[in-house]
């Protein structure tokens, strides 16, 4: 905008601003009221007719009046009472004026308190070197376990930071013949954690005692990219398709094999109620399967085979409000976010991002949905649910953002990306009422150390 056009606006702002004031002094003030109007019933008319004829006669032909014909008209107009210089009466004070609205709602809307925006910074508020961290899209390499403790793998080695004072420890390194490290996934309780490796064996530690506890292996062919607990039940999906449910505290532990997937799984969430489990694979396609139908004496058949997507599916999330909703999201030649109610199968909603989509987080405080993003922007974009409508977009990765995790009180998500960076941002605020972290439930790995080998 121009100069000119800058002070011509200027002063029209400063035009209408005195008159806004003076109608609000007209409202207040006693001497300005509202127009009145005269009371008929109180005026003299034939009084009026004369101040407004006769009268006017001897001012504009004073050289017809004398002294003593003047002197008698002030008599005249003493007696009859004609010395008033008022025409109109006014006599009743007109009605109060009705308020557009009433007092006790306006009290109650001005009483009611507004609820803040909040703040969302848009930089990371800590960013830490993730060296050797593979640029694979189909892995899962980072998780943040409810002990506070989050975990890398970072080429063969898994690496353990505490949130709590920022300590960093090794857990364990991997030979080559058996690594790289493919997944990474806390148990429950917060102190155990498997560990998946490109040789389709799967690793269970006891982070605590940095004591490698079992290994799981002959279920899978080749490397296991997914992993997802459900209470003791430690799920798998490899590159061979398949998925594996494995209930760790008996000494054979596949209890479940599901089968539905052509290609590599890379994506395993289980709902929170542990009924529903969902799985993305390289093929395309999301599955949902239902606990209750699952056999351990034949192959487990999905309850929906949804095929929207036109890549991989590997973002997964179910919504923290509503049990039955899941948020999934395509890989660079779809680019979409879908939302699903997965009682019925339908797609509820999907929405273009523009880029491809690695890693989905809802709010657990609000309804917001967290993505995280490919090339072109390598961007973290933060979208309110359920009109989508874009409320931060967060950049700073040269990579893109394969990798999302988030705290266990739900204000911070860790990411993890292409450029050997891990950033934490403050993104879903501070909850309005700290909720205590779940207690430790042993009952997963009660009986681990008796008769297993």
């Not at 809307?109 to 703040?119: E, F, G, I, N, V």
């Not at 899962?140 to 505490?162: F, R």
């Not at 948020?327 to 660079?332: I, L, M």
Request: proline fraction near 5%; hydrophobic fraction near 35%.
């Amino acid at each position: 905008m121009d100069a000119g056009s800058y002070s011509a606006s200027s002063n029209k702002k400063q035009s209408r601003c005195p008159l806004q004031e003076q109608l609000l002094q007209r409202k207040n003030s006693r001497d300005n009221l509202d127009r009145f109007i005269p009371n008929r019933s109180a005026m003299d008319f034939d009084y009026a007719h004369y101040m407004l004829t006769e009268a006017r006669k001897g001012k504009e032909n004073p050289a017809v009046n004398s002294p003593s014909r003047e002197a008698y008209r002030k008599q005249l107009a003493e007696t009859f009472n004609m010395n008033r210089t008022r025409i109109l009466a006014f006599k009743n004070k007109p009605p109060t004026p009705v308020e557009a609205i009433p007092n006790e709602f306006v009290s109650v809307q001005q009483t009611k308190p507004a609820k803040p925006r909040r703040y969302i910074p848009q930089t990371s508020e800590r960013t830490l070197d993730a060296p050797d961290i593979m640029d694979d899209y189909y892995l899962n390499l980072l998780d943040w376990g409810s002990s506070n403790v989050l975990s890398i793998a970072l080429g063969g080695t898994v690496y353990l930071w505490d949130a709590s004072d920022g300590a960093t420890s090794e857990l364990v390194t991997i030979d080559e013949e058996n690594g790289p490290v493919t997944s990474v996934k806390w148990a429950p309780d917060g102190r155990h954690i498997a560990v998946g490796l490109s040789n389709s064996e799967v690793q269970l530690w006891d982070s605590t005692a940095n004591r490698l506890l079992r290994t799981l292996n002959g279920g899978h062919r080749s490397r296991v990219g997914a992993l997802d607990w459900n209470n003791h039940i430690l799920t798998t999906g490899g590159m061979d398709g398949q998925i594996i449910n494995n209930d760790v505290r008996i000494r054979n532990p596949i209890v479940d094999t599901y089968q539905g997937h052509h290609q590599e799984v890379c994506g395993l969430k289980w709902s929170a109620s542990g009924q529903q489990l969902a799985s993305g694979g390289n093929d395309n396609l999301l599955h949902i399967w239902d606990r209750s139908t699952a056999s351990s004496n034949s192959t487990t058949q999905w309850l929906h085979r949804l095929e929207d997507h036109t890549a991989a599916v590997k973002a997964l999330a179910w919504c923290p409000f509503q049990g039955n909703l899941l948020a999934s999201g395509g890989g660079g030649s779809d680019r979409c976010i879908k939302f699903w109610n997965t009682h019925t199968g339908a797609c509820l909603n999907s929405i273009d991002t523009g880029s491809q989509v690695c890693s989905l987080l809802w709010n657990k405080n609000e309804r917001e949905l967290l993505s995280s993003h490919g090339f072109t922007q390598n961007q973290l974009t933060l979208w309110k649910y359920p009109s989508m409508v874009k409320v931060a977009e967060l950049t700073g990765h040269t990579s893109r953002v394969l990798f999302m995790a988030q705290s266990p009180d739900g204000c911070t998500v860790a990411s993890a990306a292409g450029d050997e960076t891990l950033r934490f941002w403050n993104v879903f605020g501070t909850p309005e009422v700290a909720k205590p972290a779940p207690k430790a439930n042993p009952e997963p790995f009660a009986h681990l150390n008796r008769g297993i080998r």
